[in-house]
DNA sequence: CTAGGGTTAG
């Protein structure tokens, strides 16, 4: 939630008074006296010949005769006005407002506060606040007027000081009025304020008047009380499309979608046409649902209700048909629109770091990633000016691609536009540094920040843990306690790693029953997760099945897959075969777990199991695991297979592999000897020291074209084998270069021949 | 009343 401006909003409205003495005033506008007065679009012409004709006048018609200083009704300058408002034209606007002047129109109530509004819609706030001033005489309709237009130029809080004024001077709201404050207060999240304008418009039962039960509505779910936005919308006499709205973006912003799609559907059989923000608001709820039919059955009704041009419109379509993985459907309509709005290139760019991390195959994530930051180029070069959705965004797609000189471009970029002030984006740029393993410009920028949510301690507290820096997480996560933010289950997630990366038992028990007893915070899964890994890091294998058993859960693929790769270091290699199998009948299909099985039986030359294992592999369809390493450098991503020959300088990659090879030999490196295998088992497990897998390959082609301390960064699809984990170490001492290898499950950073991930990272 | 953003581990 964002937090409150500093605004006086304080202090209790009197409205009592004006309420009680003129209720009829929130329902009835014939005080305003504009309800009378009918304007015309007609004028009567007069002709050069001295006759006189009534007869239409087309804009720029009327606009001449205006700049030429003829006489017009002031009747005629309302139509005249609300066209400038349609064609956005405050120049056209100001023209016509001098005429008024000029002609002494400005003594007319209506027509001024018109003009208020005129400067409102055209985003010129300083030019209606000086109408406003001016005017002789004020009415309920020219305080709104100028209430309307603070919150639709973002200034929510200058909105409820007139508020405050117009109550001062005596003026009675309508519910049109409270109306307005109530979207004030939820644009400023003052659920308070909110309370206090609701409970006023029971007292005058009016909160079933459908523009007050519709902006309560919205009020109430903004602040994150589901509850009583539905309430507020059941409360409604007459729902209208902005009623239904508010209740299906409702479930949106409080993560009930699959009830907002409900209400989707019940507002069409009570046969209420939706409008183009139903549409929208409905199409983002099959986003988060991930609901592709629904959202293709939208998608017809939107081109059968004639939508399909409209831009929010095409952009929730987009941004569904992406996130849903249909990324051919999603270009096709991003190359196709006319008008594209900042938002549409925030879309794609955040559909596309989703799908990074919804990928099912590595390669499409890989060219996802890639595809976004492409796109974000393309966005520099059209010379649309990135916002802060654009950096946050950008920056998560660095971090997935571990692309620490694009993100730091985005740095560099995000100071100069001074959005780097925002927490949110501040916060990505933590987590950027931290999953490329920048830990040091991670916490400057942490440092650095004048204020923190939850979410940026977390993230930092999250950094230090996978960096394998226990006790600066633990002080951090203290340091978070002092200034009074309180941790939530995801913080507890990354301590509990923390202490299990340093064997620290007690602590880590500490903190379990520190956060159920203290902060009432439920266990999940993921702690439990933590917990394990810690007993089988510390070869406690017996303690780890003895939580296994205890939790409430079944356990994950992976608890499973930690518990295989712990009995396997231990040595325990019945239990390991049996959270194997369990591990399988998870996932039957993930080829990585049948090399980590392969492995085990062969280490031990049960063959016969080796050939059943091959049997299970053969059966679900399943080919080599395939694995692949790639590495940024400037701007260019580099990608390696082992055995693969398509890069320009794979021959001096190969060789400088061979030769480091040789060289970490001397210092005490031992290739994991190859036991008696046929072709086939060398090539699926891994095992055989004379291929070269593929991250010493990404490794190899960094030390040759980097400057001589830069430190190397590679991602990797799968998980690093033991045997490529114990080379990069002597590489690190060798070469005295940092190495960040962020295979699919683990960060590692090498350094001076150690890793950060303590030898348990290194799967196959 | 609408579309786009940041956190965890194994």
């Given at each position: 939630m964002?937090?409150?401006p500093s605004v006086a909003v304080s202090g209790n409205i009197k409205l009592d008074q004006d309420f009680r003495k003129h209720p009829t005033s929130f329902i009835s506008s014939e005080k305003s006296g504009i309800a009378n007065v009918s304007y015309q679009k007609s004028q009567t012409i007069v002709n050069s010949d001295g006759s006189s004709e009534p007869r239409s006048l087309d804009f720029r018609e009327a606009l001449v005769m205006i700049r030429e200083g003829s006489k017009v009704e002031s009747s005629y300058y309302v139509p005249l006005l609300q066209e400038c408002i349609d064609r956005n034209s405050a120049s056209d606007a100001q023209v016509v407002h001098g005429h008024i002047i000029k002609t002494g129109s400005h003594q007319d109530l209506f027509v001024t506060t018109f003009l208020v509004n005129v400067y409102a819609k055209c985003r010129i706030m300083e030019n209606a606040r000086k109408v406003f001033d001016k005017l002789s005489r004020r009415n309920v309709v020219s305080w709104t007027a100028l209430m309307s237009g603070y919150v639709h130029n973002s200034r929510p809080e200058l909105s409820i000081r007139v508020f405050l004024e117009m109550l001062e001077a005596g003026a009675y709201p309508t519910n049109y009025t409270l109306g307005i404050v109530l979207n004030a207060s939820s644009t400023l999240y003052s659920i308070e304020l909110g309370k206090q304008l609701h409970a006023y418009s029971i007292k005058y039962q009016i909160d079933f008047d459908t523009s007050i039960g519709n902006s309560l509505c919205s009020l109430y779910s903004k602040c994150g009380n589901l509850e009583s936005a539905f309430k507020a919308f059941k409360k409604i006499k007459e729902k209208n499309v902005i009623s239904w709205t508010s209740a299906i973006s409702a479930c949106g912003d409080n993560g009930d979608a699959s009830k907002g799609l409900a209400f989707f559907t019940e507002m069409l059989s009570e046969g209420i046409e939706p409008n183009e923000y139903t549409l929208t608001s409905a199409l983002s709820l099959c986003c988060t649902m991930?609901?592709?039919?629904?959202?293709i059955q939208i998608h017809s009704l939107v081109i059968k209700l004639g939508y399909e041009l409209n831009l929010p419109v095409r952009n929730a379509i987009m941004y569904l048909y992406l996130k849903c993985g249909m990324v051919n459907e999603a270009r096709k309509l991003f190359n196709g629109m006319e008008a594209m709005s900042l938002i549409t290139w925030n879309a794609m760019i955040a559909g596309h770091a989703q799908i990074i991390d919804l990928a099912e195959d590595d390669l499409s994530a890989y060219q996802s990633g890639t595809?976004?930051?492409?796109?974000?180029?393309?966005?520099?070069?059209?010379?649309?000016?990135?916002?802060?959705?654009?950096?946050?965004?950008?920056?998560?797609?660095?971090s997935s691609m571990v692309a620490l000189e694009q993100g730091e471009q985005v740095h560099a970029q995000s100071i100069k536009s001074g959005f780097l002030s925002d927490i949110v984006v501040a916060t990505a740029l933590v987590n950027m540094y931290n999953k490329c393993g920048s830990i040091e410009k991670a916490s400057k920028v942490f440092i650095e920040m004048s204020t923190r949510t939850l979410i940026s301690w977390t993230s930092m507290i999250a950094g230090f843990?996978?960096?394998?820096?226990?006790?600066?997480?633990?002080?951090?996560?203290?340091?978070?306690?002092?200034?009074?933010?309180?941790?939530?289950?995801?913080?507890?997630?990354?301590?509990?790693?923390?202490?299990?990366?340093?064997?620290?038992?007690?602590?880590?028990?500490?903190?379990?029953?520190?956060?159920?007893?203290?902060?009432?915070?439920?266990?999940?899964?993921?702690?439990y997760a933590?917990?394990?890994?810690?007993?089988?890091?510390?070869?406690?294998?017996?303690?780890?099945?003895?939580?296994?058993?205890k939790m409430d859960f079944e356990p994950n693929e992976f608890i499973w897959s930690t518990l295989v790769a712990g009995c396997r270091t231990h040595g325990n290699l019945d239990r390991g075969?049996?959270?194997?199998?369990?591990?399988?009948?998870?996932?039957?299909?993930?080829?990585?777990t049948y090399v980590m099985l392969l492995n085990m039986y062969i280490s031990v030359e049960r063959w016969k199991d080796v050939s059943r294992v091959r049997k299970m592999m053969k059966?679900?369809?399943?080919?080599?695991?395939?694995?692949?390493?790639?590495?940024?450098?400037?701007?260019?991503?580099?990608?390696?297979?082992p055995n693969d020959k398509s890069h320009p300088q794979s021959e001096d990659v190969q060789k400088y592999v061979e030769s480091l090879t040789d060289q970490v030999k001397s210092l005490g490196y031992k290739a994991v000897e190859s036991l008696e295998l046929t072709d086939e088992d060398a090539e699926t497990t891994l095992f055989s020291s004379t291929s070269f897998h593929s991250e010493k390959l990404a490794i190899a082609f960094g030390l040759l074209n980097t400057p001589n301390a830069a430190p190397i960064r590679v991602i990797k699809n799968i998980s690093m084998c033991r045997d490529c984990h114990n080379f990069v170490k002597f590489i690190s001492l060798l070469t005295s270069r940092e190495i960040i290898i962020r295979d699919s499950k683990c960060l590692h950073k090498f350094v001076n021949g150690k890793c950060s991930c303590g030898d348990f990272g290194a799967l196959l």
């Amino acid at each position: 939630m964002a937090s409150l401006p500093s605004v006086a909003v304080s202090g209790n409205i009197k409205l009592d008074q004006d309420f009680r003495k003129h209720p009829t005033s929130f329902i009835s506008s014939e005080k305003s006296g504009i309800a009378n007065v009918s304007y015309q679009k007609s004028q009567t012409i007069v002709n050069s010949d001295g006759s006189s004709e009534p007869r239409s006048l087309d804009f720029r018609e009327a606009l001449v005769m205006i700049r030429e200083g003829s006489k017009v009704e002031s009747s005629y300058y309302v139509p005249l006005l609300q066209e400038c408002i349609d064609r956005n034209s405050a120049s056209d606007a100001q023209v016509v407002h001098g005429h008024i002047i000029k002609t002494g129109s400005h003594q007319d109530l209506f027509v001024t506060t018109f003009l208020v509004n005129v400067y409102a819609k055209c985003r010129i706030m300083e030019n209606a606040r000086k109408v406003f001033d001016k005017l002789s005489r004020r009415n309920v309709v020219s305080w709104t007027a100028l209430m309307s237009g603070y919150v639709h130029n973002s200034r929510p809080e200058l909105s409820i000081r007139v508020f405050l004024e117009m109550l001062e001077a005596g003026a009675y709201p309508t519910n049109y009025t409270l109306g307005i404050v109530l979207n004030a207060s939820s644009t400023l999240y003052s659920i308070e304020l909110g309370k206090q304008l609701h409970a006023y418009s029971i007292k005058y039962q009016i909160d079933f008047d459908t523009s007050i039960g519709n902006s309560l509505c919205s009020l109430y779910s903004k602040c994150g009380n589901l509850e009583s936005a539905f309430k507020a919308f059941k409360k409604i006499k007459e729902k209208n499309v902005i009623s239904w709205t508010s209740a299906i973006s409702a479930c949106g912003d409080n993560g009930d979608a699959s009830k907002g799609l409900a209400f989707f559907t019940e507002m069409l059989s009570e046969g209420i046409e939706p409008n183009e923000y139903t549409l929208t608001s409905a199409l983002s709820l099959c986003c988060t649902m991930l609901s592709l039919g629904a959202g293709i059955q939208i998608h017809s009704l939107v081109i059968k209700l004639g939508y399909e041009l409209n831009l929010p419109v095409r952009n929730a379509i987009m941004y569904l048909y992406l996130k849903c993985g249909m990324v051919n459907e999603a270009r096709k309509l991003f190359n196709g629109m006319e008008a594209m709005s900042l938002i549409t290139w925030n879309a794609m760019i955040a559909g596309h770091a989703q799908i990074i991390d919804l990928a099912e195959d590595d390669l499409s994530a890989y060219q996802s990633g890639t595809e976004a930051l492409n796109i974000f180029l393309k966005l520099n070069r059209s010379g649309v000016k990135p916002d802060l959705f654009t950096f946050s965004s950008i920056l998560t797609v660095c971090s997935s691609m571990v692309a620490l000189e694009q993100g730091e471009q985005v740095h560099a970029q995000s100071i100069k536009s001074g959005f780097l002030s925002d927490i949110v984006v501040a916060t990505a740029l933590v987590n950027m540094y931290n999953k490329c393993g920048s830990i040091e410009k991670a916490s400057k920028v942490f440092i650095e920040m004048s204020t923190r949510t939850l979410i940026s301690w977390t993230s930092m507290i999250a950094g230090f843990a996978q960096h394998g820096r226990t006790q600066q997480a633990l002080q951090l996560f203290e340091d978070m306690r002092i200034a009074g933010v309180r941790p939530n289950q995801v913080t507890f997630v990354s301590v509990l790693s923390a202490c299990s990366h340093a064997g620290m038992v007690n602590e880590a028990l500490g903190y379990f029953e520190s956060m159920k007893k203290d902060y009432r915070i439920k266990p999940v899964m993921d702690h439990y997760a933590c917990l394990i890994d810690m007993f089988v890091r510390l070869g406690r294998l017996d303690e780890a099945f003895g939580l296994v058993k205890k939790m409430d859960f079944e356990p994950n693929e992976f608890i499973w897959s930690t518990l295989v790769a712990g009995c396997r270091t231990h040595g325990n290699l019945d239990r390991g075969f049996y959270a194997a199998e369990r591990l399988l009948k998870l996932k039957p299909k993930d080829t990585e777990t049948y090399v980590m099985l392969l492995n085990m039986y062969i280490s031990v030359e049960r063959w016969k199991d080796v050939s059943r294992v091959r049997k299970m592999m053969k059966e679900e369809k399943l080919g080599k695991l395939e694995e692949w390493s790639w590495i940024t450098i400037k701007d260019k991503v580099h990608s390696f297979k082992p055995n693969d020959k398509s890069h320009p300088q794979s021959e001096d990659v190969q060789k400088y592999v061979e030769s480091l090879t040789d060289q970490v030999k001397s210092l005490g490196y031992k290739a994991v000897e190859s036991l008696e295998l046929t072709d086939e088992d060398a090539e699926t497990t891994l095992f055989s020291s004379t291929s070269f897998h593929s991250e010493k390959l990404a490794i190899a082609f960094g030390l040759l074209n980097t400057p001589n301390a830069a430190p190397i960064r590679v991602i990797k699809n799968i998980s690093m084998c033991r045997d490529c984990h114990n080379f990069v170490k002597f590489i690190s001492l060798l070469t005295s270069r940092e190495i960040i290898i962020r295979d699919s499950k683990c960060l590692h950073k090498f350094v001076n021949g150690k890793c950060s991930c303590g030898d348990f990272g290194a799967l196959l």
